[in-house]
């Protein structure tokens, strides 16, 4: 097995670590590829197919498509890709027609299909279906709600359709939608999420609610610091042990 794989794209000469994605290969590149369902944090899943490209001919999902093959040749924006990409955001476009992150991609693939059609006959629910949410739910150790059903059916649910006994309140789903289909409310005390409310805990330091009984239940903590104050306190300790070696230094 090589240590590297050579190959071009978009005529572009390439070199990757054997076995890295092709959309990661072509971003090292500075070539755009588009996507939803993808994010860095957490494993490809290839759910969207916006991301798609062309590779010896065939359309593949370049955030799961690995570079193993010395001399790959692969097109990022061939006619039978944009075609493709114009048809996909066509199909979501229509789910979630009011999503501002939709509305600019389409802009960009209007030419190839990409537009709100008022004939189309799924339930226009905001949801594009790429489980994204669920998956950031399953890193959390969470797995409160998870992609069910097939074709037109196929829906993000909690078990049995129920609030999801589950769900910590963390709001990792919804910060994580690139639709923003998942709604939530914050009143200073309380958040409501998946029909269920949760109630703030107060930071210890200033006093502010970010996070839910459940969340700190789940680390095993009764309180936390805020992202701020947990900010402020790291630059403290640093500042202190800078302090420290400096001292150490000059005796």
């Known amino acids: 097995m090589p240590e590297w794989v050579k190959g071009s794209i978009d005529g572009i000469p390439a070199k990757a670590p054997y076995g890295t994605s092709l959309l990661h290969a072509a971003r090292a590149l500075g070539i755009?590829?588009?996507?939803?369902?993808?994010?860095?944090?957490?494993?490809?899943?290839?759910?969207?197919?916006?991301?798609?490209?062309?590779?010896?001919?065939?359309?593949?999902?370049?955030?799961?498509?690995?570079?193993?093959?010395?001399?790959?040749?692969?097109?990022?924006?061939s006619a039978k890709v944009m075609d493709a990409r114009g048809f996909v955001l066509y199909l979501m476009l229509n789910r979630a027609p009011k999503s501002p992150r939709l509305i600019r991609l389409a802009h960009d693939?209007?030419?190839?299909?990409?537009?709100?059609?008022?004939?189309?006959?799924?339930?226009?629910?905001?949801?594009?279906?790429?489980?994204?949410?669920?998956r950031v739910c399953s890193l959390q150790a969470s797995e409160a709600i998870d992609l069910a059903g097939r074709g037109p059916g196929r829906a993000v649910l909690a078990p049995f359709g129920r609030p999801p006994e589950d769900c910590l309140g963390c709001l990792a789903c919804a910060l994580n939608c690139p639709t923003g289909r998942i709604a939530f409310q914050d009143d200073g005390a309380t958040r409501r999420v998946w029909d269920r409310d949760f109630a703030l805990v107060p930071c210890p330091a200033c006093g502010e609610r970010r996070?839910?009984?459940?969340?700190?239940?789940?680390?095993?903590?009764?309180?936390?610091?805020?992202?701020?104050?947990?900010?402020?306190?790291?630059?403290?300790?640093?500042?202190?042990a800078d302090s420290v070696i400096s001292y150490k230094a000059r005796g």
């Open 109 to 134: 693939y209007e030419a190839y299909g990409a537009r709100v059609d008022p004939r189309f006959p799924l339930d226009r629910d905001g949801c594009v279906r790429c489980g994204r949410c669920a």
């Open 211 to 240: 996070f839910t009984k459940e969340q700190l239940g789940h680390l095993g903590v009764e309180s936390a610091l805020c992202p701020e104050c947990r900010r402020r306190a790291m630059a403290r300790e640093i500042l202190a």
């Open 32 to 77: 755009d590829i588009p996507t939803l369902c993808h994010h860095e944090g957490l494993p490809p899943d290839g759910n969207c197919r916006l991301c798609l490209c062309e590779v010896s001919g065939k359309l593949v999902a370049s955030c799961m498509f690995p570079l193993r093959d010395q001399g790959f040749a692969a097109l990022t924006g």
